[in-house]
């Protein structure tokens, strides 16, 4: 069974920051697209990041680019993603999600989610 | 970047009453769209790839279809376990935008 356990969430004030990181099982982690989707309370989905398998390439919504770093240890199965600068719209539960193959990143499988609170 | 659209942005429907939702992108990206279903505070749990293609263990009550800009989500017999916000994700290429969700709610 496939399951993704997301940590590192918490309260930051404006301008810090903070790693958080999901833990994978259940599949084989290196062979995977692997993406962080987070959503604001009360708001929609936005997609965040994506890295895929392979040569690692990574992507990033423009909110985010220059702040948000998304990166893997595949000998750990686990996906990080740092976040600096942070600001008071990154408030959110972020989750990680699982592509459906190596690029394919309809998103098959989902953690619960860990929040992050940005306020002073 | 591309943009995905979504309308209704909420619905209210009777049980046994089909439903249809609608997801446009604002430039062609083949048959790369995935439907997400989220119930009240649960995780996203995708319903369908390759814009017509129902995920494993998806009841057979959802369908999608479309091609190149303009997509649909069907529910064809409303049940109470799909009150939910319905999402569309374009995953042609990156930025992989969301739509901005359908909240389905029963009348």
């Known amino acids: 069974e496939v399951q993704l356990l997301e940590s590192g969430g918490g309260l930051v004030q404006p301008g810090g920051s903070l790693r958080l990181s999901c833990a994978a099982s259940g599949f084989p982690f290196r062979n995977y697209a692997m993406s962080w989707v987070r959503q604001a309370p009360g708001k929609g989905l936005e997609w965040v990041s994506v890295i895929y398998s392979g040569d690692s390439n990574t992507h990033y919504a423009d909110s985010v680019k220059g702040r948000f770093t998304i990166s893997r240890d595949n000998s750990k199965n686990t996906l990080y993603l740092q976040i600096n600068s942070l600001r008071a719209e990154d408030t959110a539960v972020y989750f990680c999600a699982k592509g459906m193959t190596t690029v394919t990143v309809a998103l098959q499988s989902w953690g619960q989610g860990t929040l992050v609170t940005v306020s002073s | 970047d591309i943009q995905m659209t979504q309308s209704p942005s909420s619905l209210s429907a009777s049980l046994g009453d089909r439903v249809t939702i609608t997801c446009r992108a604002s430039?062609?990206?083949?048959?790369?769209l995935a439907w997400y279903q989220q119930r009240p505070e649960k995780v996203p749990k995708l319903l369908i790839y390759g814009a017509s293609t129902l995920q494993s263990g998806v009841p057979s009550r959802f369908s999608g279809s479309g091609s190149g800009t303009d997509f649909t989500l069907t529910i064809s017999s409303l049940q109470p376990e799909d009150v939910a916000t319905y999402y569309c994700?374009?995953?042609?290429?990156?930025?992989?935008?969301f739509g901005g969700g359908t909240k389905v709610e029963i009348k």
């Open positions: 994700q374009n995953y042609i290429s990156a930025p992989l935008t």
């Open positions: 430039q062609a990206i083949s048959n790369y």
